[in-house]
């Protein structure tokens, strides 16, 4: 058995090298795309090792380049610079091959346009569909847009860099927009009607993701404030001695409880949080020999990882998804087989919830061909203390791997993010984190420090006052990076709801930040912001600065959400008024004021604004040391 096992290993491996041999492009060069206009665009994939590959966008004159594919296969061209284009087009990639034995290849990319390309990152915020947002009933007229495409990237975490990521690029029109990330439709629309050109969306998003799973590993590595965060996944990623013995199919189960399956763990006497294995041994049939085959499962509470033979298919960390996994060709060799089944409950009930009729086996290409897998398994309780793992989406460097390592150098003019959520305990991290995430992703591309623009997080009640108000500070820390905006958003949260429906006005705002620094147009895109502070006998004056002024207030009510504390460092509600580019702060518990605070927590909604509109941001006049300070 353990030489078959052997075997089959070598022949996965002979079946990817031929599989990596032919011509291959990644997802993202697919029908309906957008190319970035007025720079070079390059163009990648694999093919034969030495093998040259020409690319050309037809009817674009001089839209041809050629290259050599690496030892590895791997190729890159560089299309010159385009001009924009709502003609649709065909991209043709086609080998000329190293041997007269072997036939050129050729693949047509269609309906390609030219124009601005934005990527499109962050957490549930940016993921929120107009649908979701109970915006999918917008004049769907004005959600007809030929020229505005998206192109969705399939959540992947992963511990190694991908060179691929699964998706495909839609073309926004009444059907489609509803399932558009609501922040990036709205941002992409007014690019579109101010520019008058294609719009290419490139969405990836992750909700509940922390900015540390979007930062390479080596940039984590590189800083003493992050490298803790490597440090605490190390910890909650040992793996489980069980593992080897308890997949392999020589493993002696034979003291092993027999369960009926699909059942709870509190069904099978064990009403615990930990970790159950599982294992079916049964025939493979000869008629499904070198077929791909489907495992499904139905929903697990709440992860599972799966293995036939011995060899890994697939694992799933979501309680109440329905899990199929695929079995390579490869793999389905008739005879004795071993399904092997790990799962792990952080709380609740755990185990297999059902239905019946979802647990079965069958190749792919016949469906009505099924092995049914309910009835009796083996199972064994694991006496290794059990540690929860760590949440897929907060796996320090893993989104990047799976999701903007396989984008990289795909030509974008910027970003636009909408995160921070999930890091508002570790604020203090943050204002190191962030800008360094920033960074990462603008070395990677290698096209210099590309606009990037992103959103402060909203009010809402996360019943950490202190730490959310500095983690709105943090995210402006990063404004000392040239090429940043950041959006404000105190008057269009909910503090009831971490995720506000309101995103209209939030790709707006980030629109006005492109149209203002990246496409020259003449539109204010931010708001006034303190320029200094004077004491004037009880009196604490704030003064601003920039073209939105003069001060207004939203509701045309006095400003509200102003503090004052003096030496005692003890904050007190303070009266504002207004006066052009001014501020006034009196308070009567405060004779002697030191410092000032605005909309100084999680769910404040002020109503300080400029001229234009746009609201005041937080802030705080102090230099006290943060309470999240040290927090790693």
Known sequence: ????????????????????????????????????????????????????????????????????????????????????????????IRTMPVSRNLEPEERVVTDVLVGEVWLCSGQ?????????????????????????????????????????VEGAWVVCDRSTAPGFSAVAYYFGRSLQRSLDVPIGLIHASWGGSTAEAWTTRSTLESMPETGPILERFARMSVPDPDTEDFTSILHDDAEWETVVLPSTFADQGHDIDGVIWYR?????????????????????????????????????????????????????????????????????????????????????????????????????????PFVR?????????????????????????????????????????????????????????????????????????????????????????????????????????DPRDIHPVAKEPVGERLALLARADVYGQDVVARAPVLRGTEVEGAALILRFEGVCLPLETLDGAVPTHFELAGADRIFHPATASVDGESIRLTCDAVSEPVAARYAWSDDAEPNLAGACGLPVGPFRTDEWPRSTAGRR
């Open 389 to 493: 793992p760590m949440s897929a989406n907060h796996r320090p460097a893993h989104l990047y791997n799976g999701m903007i390592n396989p984008l990289v150098p795909f030509g974008i003019r910027g970003a636009i993010w909408y995160q921070g959520e999930s890091n508002v305990d570790r604020a203090d991290q943050y204002s190191t984190l962030f800008p360094a995430m920033i960074e990462d992703w603008r070395a990677a591309w290698g096209q210099g420090a590309f606009p990037f623009y992103y959103v402060q997080i909203a009010p809402y009640d996360y019943g950490r006052p202190l730490e959310c108000a500095e983690l709105r500070e943090a995210q402006g820390d990063a404004l000392r990076l040239p090429a940043t905006g950041m959006v404000i958003t105190m008057d269009v949260g």
């Open 1 to 92: 058995m353990r030489n078959r096992i052997a075997l089959t290993a070598c022949v996965v491996l002979s079946l990817v090298h031929s599989a990596r041999a032919a011509l291959e492009l990644p997802s993202i060069f697919s029908d309906r795309m957008v190319l970035q206009q007025g720079r070079e665009v390059p163009v990648w994939g694999r093919a034969l090792p030495g093998e040259q590959v020409r690319v050309t966008l037809e009817g674009v004159d001089g839209a041809t380049a050629r290259a050599r594919a690496d030892a590895s296969g791997r190729w890159m061209v560089r299309l010159p610079a385009l001009a924009a284009s709502s003609t649709p087009r065909n991209l043709r």
């Open 280 to 384: 079916l041994h049964f025939d493979l049939p000869r008629a499904w020999d070198g077929r791909e085959l489907e495992v499904t499962l139905g929903p697990i509470d709440d992860a599972d990882v799966v293995w036939l033979n011995g060899f890994k298919i697939g694992e799933t960390m979501n309680a109440g998804a329905d899990r199929r996994y695929l079995v390579p060709p490869v793999l389905a060799r008739p005879g004795p087989s071993l399904l092997t089944v790990r799962v792990s409950d952080f709380g609740g009930i755990g185990g297999f919830t059902g239905p019946v009729p979802k647990l079965r086996m069958g190749p792919v290409d016949a469906p009505g061909d099924r092995r049914m897998l309910t009835g009796p398994w083996l199972m064994q309780v694991s006496e290794r």
């Open 124 to 164: 549930s915020n940016m993921q929120w569909t107009l649908d979701r947002c109970g915006q999918s009933d917008i004049d769907l007229s004005a959600a007809d847009h030929a020229q505005i495409r998206m192109f969705n990237a399939a959540m992947t975490s992963v511990p190694e860099p991908q060179d691929d």
